[in-house]
């Protein structure tokens, strides 16, 4: 299997601008994860869905944040308008039937906002 | 309730010596409790997990020792070797509520050759 792949591998935009970040997960798994990490706050669940459905999205941070699981191989989160503080390297994970066990990352999206 | 606080926040070690990273909990139901390893532009792996119902777990040179009274749970790294230079992420979950995975905020570890 591939893995988690996550698209793109970098991104540099300008403040305001909309931004978004692709995720296609392991197949077979049930649940998907979008996690951000920084420096500062470390590794921060933003939202993740369980066959398809988002069930916990408290962790977005506002309402310029969000994210869509069409099918069960695809989901993006959306940041529109982009800010400098969103700068940070976006994570999309996933893992088979449960929470414990092992989450699988991908390499992650790094952000920058000028 | 929910906080996993992991410390030191980075650590230099000496190729051969051992490297030792410390986390607390406070929820007293969280019943797992994996590390994840992180090298530079990857995502974080799994690296070792332990359930409370043992006080020490060891796959290689890497062990984990749990301790429930403490609500501490500490990863050893035995002969650490400049391959294991990575931010390591302590974390705890409840498995049978099917709960979120909590994690520390990393420990980034430097191994000196």
């Known amino acids: 299997d591939a893995g988690v792949i996550q698209s793109p591998r970098h991104e540099v935009t300008e403040m305001g601008q909309e931004v978004t970040l692709r995720c296609k997960p392991i197949s077979g798994h049930d649940y998907l994860f979008w996690y951000r990490q920084t420096m500062m706050r470390g590794l921060e669940l933003l939202i993740y869905?369980?066959?398809?459905?988002?069930?916990?999205d408290s962790g977005m941070p506002e309402d310029r944040f969000s994210a869509k699981m069409p099918n069960a191989s695809f989901s993006t989160l959306k940041i529109q308008p982009s800010e400098p503080r969103d700068s940070a390297v976006y994570f999309c994970?996933?893992?088979?039937?449960?929470?414990?066990?092992?989450?699988?990352f991908g390499e992650g999206s790094r952000l920058t906002v000028l | 309730q929910q906080q996993v606080k992991q410390s030191p926040q980075s650590l230099i070690v000496q190729k051969g010596g051992i490297s030792i990273i410390n986390c607390a909990y406070e929820n007293t139901a969280f019943d797992y409790f994996p590390w994840y390893q992180q090298f530079p532009g990857k995502g974080p792996a799994l690296l070792i997990a332990?359930?409370?119902?043992?006080s020490e777990k060891k796959e290689g040179r890497f062990t984990i020792s749990f301790n429930k009274s403490a609500k501490q749970f500490s990863l050893h790294i035995m002969d650490s070797q400049p391959g294991d230079s990575a931010t390591y992420f302590c974390?705890?979950?409840?498995?049978?509520?099917?709960?979120?995975?909590?994690f520390g905020k990393g420990t980034r570890l430097h191994i000196l050759p």
């Open positions: 332990i359930r409370p119902d043992v």
């Open positions: 869905f369980n066959n398809n459905v988002p069930i916990d």
């Open positions: 994970a996933s893992s088979l039937g449960t929470w414990a066990g092992e989450l699988f």
């Open positions: 974390a705890a979950t409840l498995m049978n509520r099917d709960d979120k995975i909590i």
